[in-house]
């Protein structure tokens, strides 16, 4: 599939093709709306209202979930009225936003009111991609992400897509991920992100399985630390060595109240 060029990125990101047709992306669409379901299954379900391939969406191959190399995953190009129609049917909030900004875009864009965003000059990509390695690199950040951080600034604004040869086999998880992964949770029924940093302070986690990645989280963006599947494998034998506690204590004495998913029937 050719490069995607962004169009708009209020409320959805709104991309504009090769041949000028603005489309949507479904795993976007499917995040965006807060479904429960996995992307695949809720997406045959809405093809069941009579959408097809070729019609209202086309099909393409994307990256891999775990950044690893090989065949990605499929995603989908949506044309406006299947998404509109998919946004409307959810019945939510962000449902109806995402199916107004849709139409308004349309009524835009056919009285002239927005014209397709001229892609910047080269010079002002590569103050962008400078900027982005001086930043990530004071930050500790590893260089794989910064990699990515600096392909993903390119084929946005420049269109260009560059594939960095990087050695990721190892997927790494943050906090969140890993308690998650584990199915360890707080009362109020979140990922107990806490509960898994106080048991990794218990641990000498080598070096070579943690690196310091970026992220953004509801506005706010800074650094933090990723553990390789190594570690997510540590911390699970540390529960179950010690009973799968219900309070994990802090060097502080605190400790972190936790309920467990995954809690086997012998415990």
Same mark, same amino acid.
């Given at each position: 599939?050719n490069a995607l060029k962004i169009f708009n990125q209020d409320v959805i990101p709104v991309y504009t093709t090769d041949t000028g047709e603005k489309v949507v992306v479904g795993r976007e669409l499917h995040e965006r ?100 390695? *001086? #930043?990530?690199?004071?930050?500790? @950040?590893?260089?794989? =992400? /910064?990699?990515?951080?600096? %392909? ?51 641990? *000498? #986690?080598?070096?070579?399985?943690? @690196?310091?990645?970026? =992220? /953004?989280?509801?506005?706010? %963006? ?6 390789s599947q190594r570690v997510v494998e540590t911390i699970k034998d540390w529960i179950v060595s010690h009973g799968y506690p219900e309070r994990i204590e802090r060097s502080n004495g605190t400790a972190c109240t936790v ?9």
């Open positions: 599939m709306l807060r479904i429960g379901k996995d992307y695949s299954t809720w997406f045959k379900d809405m093809c069941s209202y009579g959408f097809e391939e070729g019609e209202s969406y086309s099909p393409f191959l994307g990256n891999r979930s775990d950044g690893k190399p090989g065949k990605g995953r499929t995603e989908h190009l949506m044309k406006f009225d299947m998404a509109k129609h998919i946004a409307m049917i959810q019945r939510s909030e962000i449902g109806k936003a995402i199916r107004q900004k849709l139409i308004d875009l349309e009524k835009e864009v056919a009285a002239g009111k927005i014209p397709t965003p001229k892609q910047p000059p080269l010079g002002s990509v590569n103050m962008m991609a400078k900027i982005i390695k *001086e #930043v990530y690199g004071q930050a500790g @950040v590893d260089p794989n =992400f /910064t990699a990515l951080a600096v %392909s993903k600034v390119y084929k946005e604004k420049a269109g260009m897509d560059l594939e960095p040869p990087l050695e990721m086999g190892t997927r790494f998880y943050d906090q969140g991920e890993i308690a998650k992964e584990l199915g360890i949770y707080s009362k109020t029924g979140n990922p107990h992100a806490n509960a898994i940093g106080t048991i990794i302070e218990k641990l *000498e #986690v080598p070096e070579i399985d943690k @690196v310091i990645a970026p =992220f /953004t989280n509801n506005g706010h %963006s800074g650094t933090s630390w990723k553990y309920k467990y998913k995954y809690l086997p029937e012998a415990c």
